[in-house]
């Protein structure tokens, strides 16, 4: 059974540009998580999508948004990119209870 | 609002020493509850679970975990550390919500360094 898998696994843009990270769950899991992971800050809540629909955001500014396409796969998409946007971008899939994460996409603004 | 608390940001310890990371939880509803470890350049992965029957849980490694519901908390442990358990552990809660969907919460993570 494939896990979670993530896209691009680095992405580097610079600042003010727009980044697209991309997470397809494991078949058959209707919810998908996205975290960010910066450097000593643990794990930050950025958004879930469940059925298609979004559930919850964190507390992060209107630029960061998604999707969740009818096959459950999603979509982060990050505007106007800043220097301290630069992170492990997680995401997470699940069905009904526990997540399965994938490895993550680093994203790096210069 | 749902939340997860974990008291520890970091924790340093010596080989053998043994190990408790805490954690406790905000939600008076079905909850699940996970930790999750990430190991230095690995992705995050599941520590252990409890979801119903006996609150002490075992999983992984060695590590085990107590879910006392009176006091909302589910407190990891592990007798003895070794220098591999140097990683950042996450507390997790899967809520369940009046829909009947889940909502999972996880704590901002304990660092823990283990000293060979």
């Known amino acids: 059974e494939a896990g979670v898998t993530q896209s691009p696994t680095h992405l580097i843009k610079t600042r003010g540009q727009q980044a697209t990270l991309r997470c397809s769950p494991i078949?058959?899991?209707?919810?998908v998580y996205w975290y960010q992971q910066a450097l000593g800050l643990g794990l930050q809540f950025l958004l879930w999508?469940?059925?298609?629909?979004?559930?919850n955001r964190g507390n992060f500014p209107p630029r960061f948004s998604g999707r969740q396409f009818p096959n459950y796969s999603s979509e982060l998409n990050v505007n106007a990119l800043e220097l301290e946007d630069s992170a492990l971008y997680l995401c997470?899939?699940?069905?009904?209870?526990?997540?399965?994460f994938g490895q993550g996409t680093r994203l790096t603004v210069v | 609002a749902q939340s997860v608390s974990q008291h520890n940001h970091h924790v340093i310890l010596s080989e053998a020493a043994s190990l408790e990371l805490g954690c406790n939880y905000s939600?008076?509803?079905?909850?699940?509850l996970f930790w999750y470890v990430q190991y230095p350049g690995q992705h995050l992965q599941l520590l252990l679970k409890?979801?119903?029957?006996?609150?002490l849980v075992k999983g992984i490694k060695g590590f085990e975990a107590e879910f006392i519901k009176s006091k909302f908390s589910f407190n990891l442990r592990k007798p003895s550390v070794q220098w591999s358990d140097t990683a950042e552990y996450f507390c997790?809660?899967?809520?369940?919500?009046?829909?009947?969907?889940?909502?999972?919460?996880f704590g901002s993570g304990t660092r823990l360094l283990v000293r060979p």
């Open positions: 997470a899939s699940s069905l009904r209870y526990e997540a399965f």
């Open positions: 997790a809660v899967n809520a369940r919500r009046r829909d009947s969907s889940y909502k999972l919460i």
């Open positions: 078949s058959g899991h209707t919810s």
């Open positions: 999508y469940d059925e298609g629909e979004e559930r």
């Open positions: 409890y979801f119903s029957g006996d609150p």
């Open positions: 939600y008076g509803g079905t909850v699940n």
